[in-house]
């Protein structure tokens, strides 16, 4: 695994505690999102598996220790640390909320108490990980709930930020519950049903539309989609028509979804193909979607590409990873930040879930009244695996039951009233408390 | 490399093609994009490297073939179908624009001419790689042209769409302008400049940050920042000043940019360290940069984050595929689609630049009023290189000349009056005959 695949003050930080006998000081990081972008109600928490996987591979390749030792910024390090860096492997303890789970701003998705250095090396890649898996998942699960139990298909690979992206992106929209992904690699590696037919290419490399057809029907049988506005969608429809069975329908990506979707349907029916399916594609989100279901556009199943896979109207989370307790030989500390509006609470957290909203607390805070089970389970200790991971099916029924469960005004398009964590009296006695001492060092 | 990271419809229409025969057939596709988002007055061509490296080293690996053959979609395919696959290279010739020059909405940036399976094949890959890192060097060039001068440094890793994106939007950035990136790998693999010295929790894991700022000097000497605004920026640019030499500058991340940069500089200058500088980061874009500057802010350096690592005002571009001609035995034809708002012209173009607009033309038209070079250049004959990749400093140097030499209307960050590339008399008049002739086929 690329530990290289870092901001560089990492390193410089790493050399700096090794330096300054930091290097086995016990620090505890969490990984939270700070606000949620406007048109979001929730998160749906994703990508735990790929970090996972991350820490428990990490380490240095050769070529990137003598790149480190190339840099000037570590002409004063010690040999000694490059030795450390090359033996480095990821020893700490791995605490977060389960894939799927629907999170809120201020809450840790995850917690990490290591080694200060390893704690810190993991930074980058931990967020680019949870952020973005996170930031696809919460999109696709708008697009969900928009098609009111059509189904939605991930077709943005060709729009992801890197071919890397593509696969993730079909991961997270199908935890989120989509019903599958365009991409065949995300298919294989995670087990997620394919989907695809042809493009327009296909029809346009024949010597006519009818012969592209009849082809497509010879390969697919009855998962055929004929693809009919290469030229003229009514025309592309009633050769489809007139082809007949078997097939699995038709797609539409372009024009007026609605007013051609009826038409179609209307000669599809006519045609006396009643189960063949309109699937639509073209530019759609959750709010097109919304419109065409309320404009009655029959339409089965709908295709989201660019929209889903870069989460276009809210790109990135403010998700940030906070350092919230300090171990330093037998002295523990808490630790916190005041810069105006990032302001963080100290000391690593729990969150409990009741009906209406979540309680923040300490995370080993023992009270009577705290009921139900807490979103943050262990993962790893010591840096190895403390159970199997659980299928992507399994987190993918998580979701959409921890989603179902949320209150109804969250499950709506529109923005919906701020949820906000409440913090329990020791979490905020504790808050209050390193203020006022970091207030007495200031002053 | 991965050849299974592709949409499946490609590897549908592969089989489809195989079956029908049309294996052979010499497909010519392009990529372009449709519309320049609203806030871009120009695109900055990126990515070419990678999707050299890609068409090169493409091939099936076994458990990538045995998915594909596990697949309902494929069930009708004949065994001859994957043994084609198992043997499958590039084969192509590519003609494309070089990484750095300035592109526009219709424009080609890259041309494949291959075997019809081949060249479809390539096609999610090539976007997502060729988008992306259009997408990041056009967002940079307008944070470097907002900087007049000053240093942007790419930061934006941790919010970038996966880990595997962070490094490739280093890259782009570096390409348009960018000073470097934060990015570790990127700095290793691409041979760009990196930057960064430590976050809010290195000050947070000491007892106070006057040790957190000596450790750092140690470290560091004379490149030294300090990150002042963890407790209180005042206090800490007064620490900084008090510490003195050897420093580069310190950092400010919060608060009043503008406000808070003069006291800062203030206090920097009475201590008799005028040449320390100030980096300015914090949720800054092209238009924040411009305004702080406008209102004076005494910043020598800018971290440009989230939004240059995800183009987060125009996250995505509308970047296209499509066949424009295709060979089948000895006999020619040109493609084009009509799809509403979707229509594209056929044949294989060539752009020639000249002072205030580009002219689109056949790939092999020959008219003496074409004067310059043209654009787009050969860089794979038969899938071999035809001459040493050029470095990024010298892409990132024709960049800077390419882009210094437009239109200067273009070069502001507000939208300029549109840039339609002109299209020659042969272009067009191909299109018209290509259109007809699909018009008498459908009427």
Not at 253 to 269: C, F, K, Q
Not at 371 to 389: I, N, S, T
Request: aromatic fraction near 8%; charge should be negative.
């Amino acid at each position: 695994m690329p530990a290289l695949n870092t901001d560089l003050y990492e390193l410089t930080m790493a050399a700096g505690y090794f330096m300054s006998g930091k290097a086995n000081d016990i620090a505890t990081f969490e990984l939270s999102v700070r606000r949620l972008p406007d048109r979001r109600n929730f998160l749906i928490a994703a990508g735990l598996q790929q970090a996972l996987e991350y820490l428990c591979e990490l380490r240095f390749e050769q070529d990137e220790l003598d790149y480190i030792r190339s840099l000037k910024q570590f002409a004063n390090a010690p040999p000694e640390f490059f030795d450390y860096l090359d033996k480095l492997r990821f020893e700490g303890d791995v605490f977060a909320v389960p894939e799927g789970t629907p999170v809120f701003a201020g809450e840790p998705l995850l917690i990490v108490r290591a080694p200060l250095i390893q704690a810190q090396l993991i930074e980058t890649y931990l967020l680019s990980t949870l952020a973005f898996q996170t930031t696809i998942a919460s999109k696709a699960v708008r697009c969900v709930m928009a098609a009111k139990g059509r189904s939605i298909v991930e077709f943005g690979s060709r729009r992801a930020h890197s071919p890397g992206a593509g696969p993730l992106a079909g991961r997270a929209a199908y935890l989120a519950g989509c019903a599958g992904t365009s991409n065949a690699e995300a298919g294989m590696r995670f087990d997620i049903p394919v989907f695809g037919t042809a493009a327009h290419s296909w029809t346009m490399s024949f010597a006519d539309e009818e012969e592209s057809f009849r082809q497509l029907q010879k390969l697919l049988g009855e998962e055929t989609v004929y693809l009919i506005d290469t030229y003229d969608t009514i025309e592309g429809v009633r050769l489809a028509a007139r082809l007949g069975r078997p097939l699995w329908g038709v797609r539409l990506d372009s024009g007026d979804l609605a007013a051609d979707g009826r038409e179609v349907r209307r000669i599809l029916d006519e045609a006396g193909l009643k189960n063949a399916r309109i699937m639509a594609t073209n530019d759609l989100n959750e709010k097109r979607i919304a419109d065409l279901l309320a404009a009655g556009a029959p339409i089965d199943a709908f295709g989201v590409g660019t929209e889903l896979a870069t989460s276009a109207d809210a790109p990135a989370l403010s998700a940030v990873y906070k350092m919230v307790e300090l171990q330093v030989g037998e002295s523990r500390s808490y630790t916190a930040k005041y810069s105006p509006d990032k302001v963080t609470l100290p000391g690593a957290k729990q969150i409990y879930r009741y009906a209406d909203y979540d309680l923040l607390t300490l995370y080993n805070e023992c009270n009577q009244e705290f009921q139900g089970d807490p979103l943050l389970r262990p993962m790893l200790a010591k840096g190895v695996r403390l159970e199997r991971y659980p299928s992507l099916s399994d987190l993918r029924r998580h979701a959409a039951k921890a989603v179902a469960a949320l209150p109804p005004d969250l499950l709506s398009l529109d923005h919906a009233a701020a949820y906000q964590a409440e913090i329990s009296e020791r979490l905020q006695s504790l808050a209050n408390s390193v203020r006022t001492s970091h207030q007495m060092v200031a002053s």
